[in-house]
């Protein structure tokens, strides 16, 4: 039997960043690093663990995901998806781990979706043992230099020490002046979103407060509906966009639910498509919808005070 998701938690206001790697690789160990400026001995992470922390003038939502075959293979997707900076870190003086490191690397990197920028901070941790490889010998292994061919992807690569604090400087200076510079771009505020099973009935909608004041919003609406309404209904999937007057109007069908979005004219599509296809992996399972309005919250990343929320269920 399929469960609802567990909810994913999300801070408002921070950027979105996840810290992924094998066990052992010193990824709590970097994020300790950043909330205090000191090395601790830390524990392998179990599921995940969430900080919020500024690094210079940058507010990030770090997600620390747990590096076990099981949490790689479960959790790690979601938040791989919604995220806009991958750290990944693997362990550079163990190279017996590398193979298994550069299946997951790939395997992550290719989750991103080609019309989505994203950044890779790519951290070869334990610099300071002396079985630590090169730099170069590592990059090699891994193949990190057909990251050249990801257009959309930004990287960097440092050899790093958690325990003398090697590169760790440089490491977020390079996130922070990159990662904050692809969040303004990436900002979407959605004016409206909705979520309704196949037959139209609503489940879920959260409305912009003072929205009924511009009826060209929802005429609008109304045309896009009617515009995708041959191409969706039947045709599982698909994913449709388009411009009318000041609004973007985003939709998606699958076989068991529609999902509508409208955002300003002048912010980033793909971002609403991004975060549709995520509700989409995650509502789908659901039995029920006791954390449905929950899980579209910190989704969609939104101050509940702004918004009314109407709701079809019970």
Known sequence: MKNAPTAMKFDKKGIPLVVIGLSQ?????????????????????MGLQFETTDIGDARFDIFDLGGHISYR??????????????????????????????????????????????????????????????????????????????????????????????????????????????ATKRKIDPLMFMIADIDG??????????????????????????SFSQRLFGKTGMLQYMVS????????????????MIIAKDESQHEARREIEVLNELVQPMEDFTMLESIVVQVLNIDLSEYVIQKGFK
């Open 201 to 226: 009935f609503p489940l879920l909608e959260i409305d912009k407060i003072g929205l009924e004041e511009d009826p060209s919003l929802l005429a609008g609406f109304l045309a896009a509906i009617e």
């Open 25 to 45: 690789a010193g990824k709590s160990s970097f994020v300790k690093r950043i909330m205090t400026g000191k090395f601790e001995e830390t524990k392998p992470t």
């Open 73 to 182: 293979k479960t959790i790690w997707e979601s938040y791989v998806k919604l995220a806009y900076g991958l750290v990944f870190m693997i362990d550079s003086a163990d190279p017996e781990s590398f193979d298994e490191a550069k299946e997951e690397f790939w395997r992550i990197v290719d989750l991103k979706d080609n019309r989505d920028e994203f950044l890779i901070l790519f951290l070869c941790n334990k610099a300071d043992l002396k079985e630590s490889l090169d730099l170069e010998s590592i990059i090699n292994h891994l193949g990190l230099y057909n990251l050249a061919k990801k257009e959309n992807a930004s990287y960097q690569f440092f050899k790093t020490s958690m325990k003398t604090g090697e590169n760790v400087h440089n490491a977020l200076n390079w996130l922070k002046n990159n990662t904050a510079k692809l």
């Open 245 to 260: 007057g000041d609004y973007k109007y985003i939709i998606k069908t699958d076989d068991q639910y529609i999902y509508s």
